[in-house]
């Protein structure tokens, strides 16, 4: 039995607000563009989800209705008041990119334990031990302290159980926060609690969308204390928040990556479909490693005929975005880039991948992006 309140939200029997099991947004009957809304005779279902998430599970239909920024912060900057233990999660396919930028200053003195999820795409024979040494310092140059990091891949189900020992060594007794960037994987990684260790009913809303989760979802634990998923934020500097969402699957990588590596001359530019591209201006003949979605085309020219290979092909040869959708993306903007001698260096183009420089004599690259799109340069990941 539910009843109306004035403010119109939809409560139970025993006065408890009514929420979405797959989102956590508060639910509602009245109107049909706000989140959270119901039809009238899905309430008597069990569990009740609101027609966003019943549509994103039924029909992997995609929804325009997200919670804007401010709310984001919001909700992260409450935690502060709490004595919890945070799980940041992030993308091992876009670190920098879906790293919190100034979590500490968000959570106060709460322990933070870094969980890094997606490591069954990095390819077999990488060294995970190397791996774990290189996100620690990471994140500690990103300026975040964390009591420990956890390597992990929710879809394959690889590294949960370390995940739940770590938990138990952290927790000591108190609530869980899990935050992360959208589609980073955590409703993914959390469903795993829920279908493992929790009585709740249901599952989270998962999807290859970003920003699936709307509010606090808090699932209870036997000693009366909760693991909170909180929405994701979302990162316009992520190229994944400016791509269609049809055209999100050619971009995140859902399989093994497989390197595509590339001796280039200087004056050659690589093309990653229309979303960006890489200009070799100057150094000496050279290996460049591409690490992006297996199904994202890649193209390499010389450098005299880019632009107008961009200006006659783009939406087409190159692709995505596809014609229809060029108008959806800001225009590209430039990045020099100085690779040091005798380093392995990444350059990072947030959302799409990173390109692997081995350059013993050093180079200069200029590299194309969306406007606002982030290009980091950093240590060799692998």
Not at 79 to 104: C, K, M, R, W, Y
Not at 131 to 145: E, P, S
Not at 172 to 187: F, I, P
Not at 220 to 227: E, Q, R
Request: charge should be neutral; charged fraction near 25%; include cysteine.
């Amino acid at each position: 039995m539910t009843k109306r309140l004035e403010d119109n939200s939809m409560h139970g029997t025993d006065g408890e607000e009514l929420r979405c099991e797959g989102c956590g947004v508060a639910l509602q009957t009245d109107d049909p563009g706000r989140i959270g809304y119901v039809p009238e005779q899905a309430l008597a279902k069990i569990p009740v989800i609101c027609q966003r998430c019943f549509r994103i599970k039924h029909y992997n239909e995609v929804s325009g209705v997200t919670l804007n920024q401010d709310d984001f912060l919001k909700i992260l900057g409450a935690i502060a008041a709490t004595n919890s233990l945070v799980v940041h999660i992030v993308d091992i396919f876009d670190f920098e990119g879906s790293l919190i930028a100034g979590l500490q200053r968000f959570i106060g003195n709460n322990p933070v334990l870094l969980v890094v999820n997606k490591i069954d795409l990095l390819p077999k024979v990488t060294n995970l031990n190397r791996i774990r040494n290189w996100v620690q310092k990471q994140a500690a140059d990103n300026g975040l302290k964390v009591v420990d990091v956890v390597l992990c891949s929710a879809r394959k189900n690889m590294g949960f159980d370390v995940l739940l020992s770590k938990l138990d060594t952290y927790r000591k007794g108190r609530d869980v926060y899990v935050v992360g960037a959208t589609n980073v994987g955590k409703s993914t990684l959390i469903n795993r609690l829920i279908r493992d260790y929790s009585d709740l009913e249901g599952e989270l809303t998962t999807s290859p969308y970003p920003g699936t989760t709307l509010d606090e979802v808090r699932i209870p634990l036997d000693d009366g204390k909760s693991i909170i998923d909180t929405p994701g934020i979302v990162y316009r500097h992520r190229l994944t928040e400016l791509i269609d969402k049809k055209e999100l699957p050619v971009i995140m990588p859902s399989a093994v990556l497989k390197p595509m590596v590339y001796q280039l001359n200087e004056k050659q530019t690589l093309f990653f479909g229309a979303l960006a591209r890489m200009d070799f201006i100057k150094g000496e003949r050279q290996s460049f490693t591409c690490y992006t979605a297996n199904s994202l085309k890649i193209h390499r020219t010389k450098l005299e005929n880019a632009d107008e290979l961009y200006a006659t092909h783009k939406g087409e040869l190159l692709q995505p975005p596809a014609l229809e959708n060029l108008d959806k993306l800001p225009p590209l903007t430039k990045h020099p880039v100085r690779i040091p001698k005798g380093m392995k260096t990444d350059i990072l183009i947030s959302g799409l991948g990173w390109i692997t420089a081995n350059s013993p004599l050093g180079a200069e690259v200029e590299v194309y992006a969306p406007k606002g799109v982030r290009v980091t340069v950093r240590s060799a990941l692998i």
